[in-house]
């Protein structure tokens, strides 16, 4: 599983970068075989108030050619990776599962 990781608006820390890869991982590792990448965008968005949101899209692209996307939106980066890595870990999970039952489904002989 190739990780990409890209900082929009901002300079990334290697702090955050090494968070990100290490969340990343842990969260998807049991999917490995089944991802071919994950690309990571962090952009800092300066609200109308002057606050400050960190948005975090995660986009996996799975070797069967199916692609999965999850957004996020969090005060800060590494909340923002947290659950955005939790919210692929289940994303990915359900899409897997869809396409194993789906077979299982077309496999079965007709009770008619």
Known sequence: MKTYV??????????????????????????????????????????????????????????????VMVEQNAPDHFVAIDKAAGRMKRTVRRCINRKRDSRIREARPSLA
């Open 6 to 67: 890209r900082a929009v608006n901002f300079q990334m820390s290697e702090s955050v970068l090494s968070h990100a890869e290490s969340r990343l991982h842990a969260a998807l590792d049991r999917f490995g075989s089944r991802i071919a990448s994950l690309k990571l965008r962090l952009t800092d968005d300066h609200g109308p108030k002057h606050g400050t949101t960190i948005h975090c899209t995660l986009e996996a692209i799975l070797k069967n050619g199916d692609t």
